[in-house]
């Protein structure tokens, strides 16, 4: 279990988790954290594109080494990332977010940030994590394609003065959120003590949710997540757990 972490800041990257791994075939320490001014070439889950401005947007990556993890329990990063992203907005600016399972975080029926956890082994053998993790900071508007889908913190702020927006500030203050979560979780090795808090931000708990796999699409109800980070949803009279690498889920009329 490492405590440290280290902060480098690049101007232009195709991709922060795509540096961290190529440091991480390099023998890079854990705790390493890269964040980038701009991304050329950002993706969120399933291979979609992530847009990162010049200027506009957090994006920032961290080296996790597998040894503490066992490999069932890799999706729980995904829940702990959402919770420290949330809990920082909260703490910087007031913005009591949702949580969209698996990987989204919600203000006002909106996307403000999404996570992207990938895992790779090494010729070694030895497995590690890349957390990723992009909010939407300085954006004032979005493509049509996007515009009733995403904000970002400056657009719902508005003209308020809560405090400055500093990009750097986020990173740091989120991935320190996410460091106490993180030991928590390596001393229990599930999420039980995080379920409560997990649920109670969780966006569609309670109703209907469109579950949308290759080989099929079908409703069921989101009950809550279970103590490895899957989501629990009840359909054809039964509940079932599902993985977050395996769906989408979507609103039953629209994104949340």
């Not at 890079?28 to 980038?36: D, F, M």
């Not at 701009?38 to 597998?66: D, F, N």
């Not at 991935?175 to 979560?181: A, P, V």
């Amino acid at each position: 279990m490492f405590d440290k972490l280290c902060y480098e800041y690049y101007e232009s990257l195709d991709s922060t988790n795509e540096r961290i791994k190529e440091r991480a075939r390099n023998g890079a320490e854990e705790g390493l954290v890269i964040s980038a001014d701009r991304q050329t070439a950002g993706r969120g889950r399933i291979g979609r594109k992530w847009q990162s401005p010049q200027g506009e947007c957090v994006a920032t990556s961290m080296l996790i080494y597998q040894n503490d993890i066992p490999l069932d329990s890799i999706p729980s990063i995904t829940v702990l990332c959402g919770l420290a992203v949330r809990s920082a907005l909260s703490q910087l600016y007031g913005m009591e977010c949702l949580i969209k399972w698996p990987n989204d975080i919600i203000l006002n029926g909106k996307k403000i940030c999404g996570i992207l956890v990938e895992y790779e082994t090494l010729s070694n053998g030895l497995s590690f994590l890349v957390v990723g993790i992009g909010v939407n900071v300085h954006q004032k508007s979005f493509s049509d394609d996007l515009a009733d889908k995403a904000t970002s913190i400056d657009m719902e702020l508005l003209d308020t003065t809560i405090r400055p927006v500093h990009r750097r500030e986020i990173v740091e203050v989120i991935w320190t959120s996410f460091m106490t979560y993180y030991k928590e979780f390596i001393l229990y090795n599930n999420l039980s003590i995080f379920k409560e808090e997990y649920e109670k931000h969780l966006v569609n708990i309670g109703n209907r949710v469109r579950i949308e796999r290759a080989e099929a699409s079908y409703d069921a109800i989101a009950r809550g997540i279970s103590d490895s980070g899957g989501l629990i949803i009840y359909v054809n009279g039964e509940e079932q757990e599902i993985r977050n690498y395996e769906v989408s889920v979507r609103g039953l009329y629209g994104y949340v």
